[in-house]
């Protein structure tokens, strides 16, 4: 059954449609681009799928769960996670708690174990500690671990938000404009970071994403929208001379 | 009705002190915890102008008296407003609210409590310039004092209103409350009109105060009581929103009238906070509070 | 800037070491008459004003919100406790009811804290500052309606039973409770709460939960020392419980410096020695007191210790891998 799905999802900002028809379905494994012009409302999917905003109409499962009215929180725990257009890291936090925090539904103690240090909240902590150490490592973030997130460079703080995404043990895997702000060399190593975690730890990704290279690069399949309507859907080369596609970005007039 | 117009007189001074909160938030996101004190002290440059006017055998009519206390008052009262605002505020424009708000709560503490080491802590009245007369009008009995807190409350308020509308200062306030670091690039001065603000709002707390003060007592201590009471009138009314001041300013009057005329005093706090409470749980900006949009992720 | 740490072993026990001794100390020295009656009331004063600053510092400081009622809290510990051993229990029974009593004074505190902990769901910053004040005064506004506990008038009738050495037990009690809490994965909840809620609940923060667990637990140390309180001072009104009370927690959590134990503890000890200090200048105390206030937020907004703890109070695993990460 599919992963992910949306079913005519309207969204309304008082008298603004933000979002109009959304139909989705997306295969477990797949990795699908979200592009259109600025404020056709790809981060509005992503903050509707998320439960940041509840759909004023339709519906969103995860396989057969309804998640609309679900608090972020239990959705994250169902197994979602984002990264941001403009990070959002815990910028006075050291990278290694941006991580532990991520882990925070998945700790096996409970408040009264924290306010007393037992053996069994020593024992999780530790499991915490070597699971977001680890975690860093792949993404060759060790050497920051207590360095404040907001120290990092530029580049290194997207892989940090990638990772603190990973850390709460995703299915789905949401990033928002993860190239942005790249050089070439940065964003080749990027296409393959993607490709790398998709297979390594099994997610299903969507992206935004406005740069061309990296959606035709690594998408098996593009959803473009444009003023809240999906005005196509479809390979990359389809995507590519999509007329309707070519009219959103470049104007009417253009072939 | 009596208790209508005592409500109404109570309610102008609540509103022009609001005023004086809401100016500030709108253009500092600050509240300016000192203010009630700014009034206080407000109501004591009144005694003593109009003690010093009346006292030196000058014989000057006590409408004369009256104007030039409340003249004074307002420039005495902008003045230190100012000076505050350079000295102590201005430097903490950039570091975390909460400090701002703590060196506003300490600002306040420190007049409090300078009025009451240096002039002491008993209550005075300010100096009659206002013949105690009552008229009778359909049945009510309105006083001298009555017609002259709700005339100068309605005019002054008009003027601000008028001024924050109309003017380009006015204007460039509002641009600020909106904007902050867009505004200089556009050639405005801020601290200048940030100053301005401030001024104007104590102005009004002075005339609120010189108002005060021809009906009622006054005392070192009144800046927290009535100060407290026309914060919440201005939260009540939409912090930030200057008609919202206004507005707040009576509702409180109105309230507290009105129940204390049917309740034992005690229940008036009471019934205050816990209005407050219910609004704000329903309606967090208050009545003419724009609603702040969902944060954009 | 890493200071070279202590062999591993030896530091295991000194800690401990060192707070029985002062435990041992505090016992003492007032049996021993070292510590005079006057002291002993300093010292007492400040152990309470360290518990009200040390639990206000976890909603106001680490999490980031603006709670400016914290002296509602303290006074239905106060008022609980009070009529526990006043009315409830027998007399002589005071010293050995005396921990259960501040305990449930706590409770009843904490219930009040979970009340205040639900519109910080939907408010932040200046509105949930308004609430929490609008909380305080109808605390006090309630307890001056109710005869029963003696109104306006306050009520009366505690033994002494607050001493150095209970004081000194709640305030490490305090400390140690909350420092746990703080680097646990809750509190860490806290923390990015404070940093960015949104992306707090996107990461997995069950922000509501981490909000109702500040606030209760804060609370209840306030009714902690609002116990404590009632019991050395042995009268209590509702007029010790207004906003300004609450406003000197306020000061001496920001003096100390923000998201600190160590900060609180600081700030609670040098605001309450200072204002003793200053007494015999009567009424200009209050002057020259909140002026050095305005002076210091002026020239150090961030507090003394804003943000940053000690070496002693960080857990030993948190140190040594600090350490081997950077060392």
Redesign the interface.
């Known amino acids: 059954m599919p992963l992910l799905q949306a079913k005519g999802v309207n969204h309304y900002f008082g008298g603004l449609k933000a979002v109009s028809d959304l139909n989705l379905a997306l295969e477990p494994g797949e990795l699908m681009g979200i592009i259109g012009p600025n404020g056709a409302g790809k981060t509005t999917v992503f903050n509707l799928i998320t439960g940041v905003y509840r759909p004023t109409q339709g519906q969103v499962l995860l396989q057969d769960q309804n998640l609309v009215g679900l608090r972020p929180h239990q959705i994250i725990e169902r197994g979602v996670a984002r990264t941001f257009q403009n990070i959002r890291l815990f910028k006075d936090l050291s990278v290694l708690d941006n991580v532990r925090i991520a882990c925070y539904s998945q700790v096996r103690y409970g408040p009264l174990a924290s306010l007393l240090h037992t053996a069994r909240f020593r024992q999780e902590e530790q499991r915490i500690r070597a699971d977001s150490v680890r975690l860093l490592g792949i993404f060759h973030l060790e050497g920051y671990a207590s360095v404040p997130a907001r120290n990092l460079p530029y580049g290194e703080q997207r892989r940090l938000e990638i990772a603190r995404a990973l850390a709460t043990r995703p299915t789905l895997l949401l990033l928002d404009e993860p190239a942005a702000g790249m050089n070439p060399g940065e964003i080749k190593r990027l296409m393959e970071l993607i490709q790398w975690i998709r297979s390594e730890f099994k997610l299903t990704i969507i992206l935004i994403e406005h740069q061309m290279r990296v959606v035709m690069g690594i998408c098996e399949r593009i959803l473009v929208l444009d003023f809240g309507e999906t005005i196509a859907e479809g390979k990359p080369k389809e995507i590519q001379n999509h007329p309707r596609v070519l009219e959103a970005y470049l104007g009417k007039g253009v072939a | 009705m009596q208790q209508v117009l005592n409500a109404l007189q109570l309610g102008s001074v609540y509103a022009l002190i609001a005023l004086g909160y809401t100016m500030v938030y709108g253009i500092l996101r600050m509240i300016n915890f000192a203010h009630g004190d700014i009034f206080m002290v407000s109501t004591y440059v009144g005694f003593f102008a109009a003690s010093f006017l009346l006292g030196r055998s000058l014989h000057l009519p006590n409408a004369v008296v009256f104007v030039l206390t409340l003249l004074v008052a307002m420039a005495g009262t902008s003045l230190l407003a100012v000076f505050i605002e350079r000295v102590a505020y201005k430097p903490l424009r950039n570091a975390p609210r909460i400090s701002a708000v703590i060196t506003a709560l300490g600002v306040g503490l420190v007049l409090e409590n300078l009025t009451l080491a240096t002039i002491g802590p008993e209550p005075r009245i300010l100096p009659q310039v206002i013949p105690r007369i009552n008229l009778s009008l359909g049945g009510v009995s309105v006083s001298a004092i009555q017609i002259v807190i709700l005339a100068i409350s309605a005019v002054v308020m008009f003027v601000l209103d008028t001024i924050v509308r109309k003017t380009m200062t006015g204007t460039a306030m509002r641009a600020i409350s909106f904007d902050k670091s867009v505004v200089p690039l556009m050639g405005v001065p801020i601290d200048r009109i940030i100053s301005i603000t401030f001024a104007l709002g104590s102005s009004m707390a002075a005339v609120g105060g010189i108002l005060y003060g021809i009906a009622y007592m006054i005392d070192p201590y009144m800046g927290i009581r009535i100060g407290w009471w026309a914060f919440i009138s201005a939260v009540v009314g939409g912090i930030g929103n200057i008609r919202g001041a206004m507005v707040g300013g009576y509702i409180l009057g109105f309230v507290e009238i009105f129940v204390a005329a049917f309740l034992p005093s005690t229940y008036r706090d009471l019934i205050v906070f816990a209005l407050l409470l219910v609004l704000l749980v329903f309606k967090p900006t208050g009545i003419l509070g724009v609603p702040v949009v969902q944060q954009k992720v | 800037m890493k200071k070279r740490g202590m062999p591993p072993l030896a530091k295991r026990w000194l800690t401990p070491a060192l707070l029985v001794a002062g435990l041992a100390l505090s016992i003492l020295l007032p049996q021993l008459g070292v510590l005079n009656l006057y002291l002993q009331q300093v010292i007492i004063y400040v152990g309470i004003n360290i518990i009200l600053t040390i639990s206000l510092n976890l909603v ?1 400081g680490y999490m980031g919100e ?1 709670s400016v009622g914290h002296a509602g809290f303290m006074a239905i510990g106060a008022y609980v406790s009070s009529l526990l051993t006043v009315l409830l229990f027998p007399k002589v029974w005071g010293p050995f009811v005396f921990p259960l009593v501040l305990v449930l004074g706590g409770l009843a505190a904490a219930l009040a804290g979970l009340l205040v902990a639900l ?1 910080s769901f ?2 932040r ?3 949930l ?3 929490t004040l ?2 305080n ?2 605390i ?3 307890l ?2 109710i005869d029963a506990i003696g ?2 008038r306050g009520f009366m009738g505690m033994s002494k039973l607050t001493n150095v050495a209970s004081v000194y037990i709640w305030v490490l009690i305090t400390i140690v ?1 909350l420092r ?2 703080v680097f ?6 806290v ?2 709460v404070r ?2 809620e ?11 939960q981490t909000k109702i ?1 500040a606030f209760v ?1 804060s609370s209840f140390f306030a009714g902690v020392a609002g116990g404590l309180f009632a019991h050395v001072l042995q009268f209590i009104n509702p007029k010790s419980f207004t ?2 009370k609450s ?1 000197d927690v ?2 001496m959590v ?1 003096l100390g410096g ?1 998201g600190s134990i160590t900060g609180s503890i600081l700030g609670a000890s040098i605001y309450t020695v200072l204002l003793e200090l200053l007494r015999p200048l ?3 105390r ?2 020259v ?3 050095m ?2 002076v210091l ?2 020239t150090r ?2 507090g003394i210790f804003g ?1 940053r703890e000690s070496r002693w109070l960080s ?1 030993p ?1 948190e140190v040594e ?2 350490a081997a ?2 060392g």
């Open positions: 106001n603006f519109p939907k408010t910053g200046d509105y500052a308004i609430v609008a909380f005064m109808i006090k506004s309630v001056e309606n109104g306006p409770v746990n809490f646990s994965n809750f509190g860490r909840g923390l990015s940093e960015d949104v992306a707090a609940e996107l990461v997995s923060v069950n922000t509501r667990l637990i906003i300004l406003t306020l000061v920001y923000v009567g009424v200009w209050w002057v007191g909140p002026l206030l305005v937020m002026i907004p961030r943000l857990p695993e891998a600090d990460a950077t």
